[in-house]
């Protein structure tokens, strides 16, 4: 969707987390805190999303209904036709591979993936006998999932507040779910809050915060994505030793490890 020039630097910063998460999966011990790639995504993605909706909303024809149905018409066509196609794929490959009673727990999966909540669906996903997380096909949509979730809530977040208002409500929602979400996993709630959208908006609204203090709202279309680089990338390495070492308990951490689990708080494509 947008009419931004294509930047080398971010697809460069979403290379290294697409590395580190594959790192952390074939085998953990190789980078610890891998699992932290996808948390770039996200941040990414809110700074990318922040600045086109507000770019959009400084132009002096803007209009609401316009820019939303420019807004989710292009991220349909951009992410649809390859989701779906995947679906396709592998539920096929599954139809022929899997025995019965996996292949009915696999469409479980399918049904939630298809609307875009798998998050929730394997948020519950902890029955005995069935297969564990890691083995499910379609486990990883729960990141675009999360992805889209936001997606319906982001064009009136950056569209309705003033920019007055995101300036000290979006660091303040950082801090107040990032000790939400800490708070539930001290309470033993781990796999609803690894899934859930409310731990992940903190990773959507840095970016966002990012775009905000680094430049007007068509700061993206010029050349100032190297700053935005430069300042994320600092911020988020400091953020992410911590939360690796300080914020996460190192059981968390232990059972994600054993669990093959990717990220847990802190980029998607476009």
């Known amino acids: 969707m947008s009419n931004t020039a294509y930047r080398q630097d971010i697809q460069g910063l979403r290379a290294i987390a697409v590395l580190a998460v594959m790192t952390f999966h074939l085998n953990p011990v190789w980078l610890p805190g891998g699992f932290v790639g996808v948390d770039i995504f996200l941040v990414i993605s809110g700074f990318l999303i922040s600045s086109i909706l507000l770019h959009k909303n400084a132009k002096p024809e803007y209009q609401l209904l316009s820019t939303l149905n420019y ?60 297969p564990a997380n890691h083995e499910q096909p379609l486990l990883h949509t729960w990141s675009l999932a999360i992805e889209i979730q936001f997606y319906l809530i982001a064009p009136f977040v950056f569209l309705l507040l003033p920019k007055r208002m995101l300036n000290w409500l979006l660091p303040s929602t950082i801090v107040f779910l990032t000790i939400y979400a800490e708070y539930r996993l001290q309470q033993g709630i781990e796999q609803a809050t690894y899934y859930s959208l409310i731990a992940r ?31 994320t990338s600092s911020k988020l390495n400091r953020f992410c030793i911590n939360s690796t070492q300080v914020h996460r308990p190192l059981s968390w951490h232990s059972r994600a490890a054993a669990h093959g689990w990717g990220s847990v708080d802190c980029f998607a494509k476009h």
């Open 71 to 130: 807004f989710y018409s292009s991220r349909l066509k951009r992410i649809a036709p390859a989701y779906f196609t995947v679906l396709i794929v592998v539920t096929l490959l599954a139809a022929v591979l899997f025995l019965p009673a996996d292949f009915a727990t696999y469409r479980g999966g399918l049904k939630k993936s298809a609307w875009f909540n798998s998050n929730s669906y394997f948020a519950t996903f902890g029955d005995y006998f069935a």
């Open 201 to 231: 908006l903190p990773a959507f609204f840095l970016g966002a915060w990012a775009a905000l203090l680094i430049g007007k709202s068509n700061w993206i279309a010029g050349g100032g994505a190297k700053a935005m680089v430069d300042w």
